[in-house]
């Protein structure tokens, strides 16, 4: 799978073939739950049978909080919360926008966090008008 998130590799994130940011879950072969984080063995039913699966890029918000504390290197205020992907999987992810529950949302790129070493960069959810 081609890798378009820039020169960071981003922990659990690809691209798909339009080069867009892509959650890699897994999917369980034997009684089909799926996850994200990706995992080996499945939360549901144990089984091993798990394989890395692309997840849609787009969602619902289905809970929000504006953190205004916390490690110095995370950006303040803060919009964090629950992403109800589209095929059922929770996501907790910052959020960019102004976050409102239910919105559809869109997964991006963006600096999460402003480290010592420089910029940190990982996955967001989007805030989609309409
Ligand atoms: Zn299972």
């Given at each position: 799978m081609a890798d378009s998130t820039g020169d960071q590799r981003i922990e659990g994130v690809g691209a798909d073939a339009q080069g867009q940011p892509v959650l890699l879950g897994a999917a369980c072969g034997a009684c089909g739950t799926r996850i994200f984080?990706?995992?080996?063995?499945?939360?549901?039913?144990?089984?091993?049978?798990m394989a890395i699966e692309a997840m849609p890029r787009r969602g619902r918000l289905y809970s929000f909080s504006i953190v205004h504390?916390?490690?110095?290197?995370?950006?303040?205020?803060m919009s964090v919360g629950y992403v109800d992907l589209e095929n059922g999987v929770r996501v907790f992810s910052q959020l960019r926008g102004r976050p409102r529950i239910d919105a559809a949302v869109e997964l991006g790129i963006d600096t999460v966090a402003q480290g010592t070493d420089g910029p940190e960069r990982g996955f967001v959810f989007t805030m989609l008008e309409g």
């Open positions: 984080p990706a995992a080996g063995v499945c939360p549901h039913c144990m089984s091993e049978a504390t916390g490690p110095r290197k995370w950006p303040r205020p």
